[in-house]
């Protein structure tokens, strides 16, 4: 099962590579990871999907975690009202045929067109996971030529920030 981890760390240069180097080292599969600075500048947040049997075997990645230096809390996000999203860049070939039925279906999806040339056309759109992987099935037929995408970002819903949710693993 995937489960959605919020790691807030000090913004330090090599975190992310500890955190990472952490998870990796012990056999679990970081399915996405994205980091930003919060709105401390001394805070990095880093959002964590990680793949786990079960809850026992993720309690041993947050223990593991929380042994390091420069983690401040980790709140799992996995069973929490949150709200997740995606960022995705994609490059599409395009004719000029194909480019009217190409827009069509980006305004389908609520993407948007961010660059245009004779043959390409990129696309960004924002959603969750599933919503992306669908707008990519669909751009397949018209012949993807790169996709670039963030990993997921969540952010629990209701007034608490993750710094001072109380739910930390």
Do not use: W
């Not at 995937?2 to 500890?18: D, I, S």
């Not at 401390?40 to 042994?67: G, H, Y």
Request: proline share 1%; aromatic share 2%; with cysteine.
């Amino acid at each position: 099962m995937k489960y959605t981890l919020a790691v807030l760390v000090e913004n330090r240069p090599g975190v992310l590579t500890h955190v990472s180097g952490l998870i990796s080292r012990r056999a679990f599969n970081i399915e996405s990871i994205a980091a930003s600075h919060t709105e401390d500048p001394e805070m990095t947040r880093i959002t964590i999907d990680v793949e786990a049997d079960d809850e026992l075997e993720l309690e041993q990645v947050v223990n593991q975690l929380s042994k390091l230096v420069d983690v401040i809390k980790i709140v799992n996000l996995t069973h929490v009202d949150s709200i997740e999203r995606e960022l995705a860049l994609i490059k599409v070939k395009v004719s000029k045929l194909d480019r009217s039925d190409l827009v069509d279906i980006v305004e389908i999806f609520r993407a948007k067109v961010v660059d245009v040339n004779r043959d390409t056309m990129v696309i960004e759109l924002t959603g969750e996971e599933s919503k992306i992987n669908a707008f990519c099935a669909v751009l397949a037929d018209f012949g993807i030529i790169e996709i670039v995408r963030t990993g997921k970002i969540a952010v629990s819903r209701g007034a608490l920030a993750a710094k001072d949710d109380a739910s930390e693993c």
